[in-house]
């Protein structure tokens, strides 16, 4: 009989414990969330309701998790979650590489030396979305690389940066996220700051 009570309130302890952590991130006048794309969100009022950062001022090592089924990163400083931003990984052909890395590089203002546009000597676009290994260049245009802006190297060309999100895995294998997330993550990892991937 002890057994079962115990069991019930220990249930409803831990019903009562996440929905209070979520409330109690939700009350939180510190949480930055991000505008939604496409106009205000219900839930807050403009804004994305898993996109958040609260994470200013928390000390502690930072950790970057990745969950590619789930499309979201977790930023956490020592143990505690600080920050969750929805992502756009690589698509099929393209995967994001699952594993444990470390960050190589940081780069504020990086440009793609593979993905980008032909443009002319105005800077026009002659030809939209190329693949410098396929595309031949027409004659008299340059490569105009696609603008990956806080560019955080995890391994070979795949990094988290500022990108578009469509709501499924569609980049070349790099972890698009929103801006003000991008900039987030950027400004409060190191070079070495450990990334977990996970399928």
């Known amino acids: 009989m002890f057994l079962r009570w115990y069991s019930i309130i220990l249930i409803a302890s831990l019903f009562a414990g996440c929905g209070g952590g979520e409330r109690a991130r939700l009350a939180n006048p510190n949480t930055s969330y991000i505008p ?4 205000p969100g219900p839930e807050q009022g403009g804004y994305d309701s898993i996109s958040y950062w609260d994470g ?32 756009s ?8 590489p699952a594993g444990s ?4 590089q940081k780069d504020k203002d ?3 030396n593979l993905y980008g546009d032909f443009v002319d000597s105005l800077g026009n676009v002659v030809q939209k979305d190329v693949d410098v290994k396929k595309d031949p260049k027409p004659s008299g245009a340059i490569f105009r690389g696609a603008p990956m802006p806080f560019f955080m190297r995890i391994t070979g060309g795949v990094g ?4 578009y999100l469509p709501g499924y895995p569609a ?6 996220m929103p801006g003000k997330m991008a900039e987030k993550f950027f400004n409060n990892v190191d070079v070495g700051t450990p990334v977990q991937i996970v399928d």
């Open 36 to 39: 939604s794309v496409g106009g």
């Open 89 to 96: 990984a690589g698509r099929e052909g393209f995967n994001t």
């Open 101 to 104: 890395y470390r960050l190589v």
């Open 110 to 112: 990086h440009a793609s």
């Open 160 to 163: 988290m940066h500022e990108g």
């Open 56 to 87: 200013d001022g928390v000390p502690g090592p930072p950790l970057v998790k990745i969950y590619l089924k789930e499309q979201r990163a977790y930023f956490y400083k020592g143990d505690q979650l600080v920050g969750v931003s929805q992502v």
């Open 171 to 176: 980049s070349h294998g790099c972890i698009r």
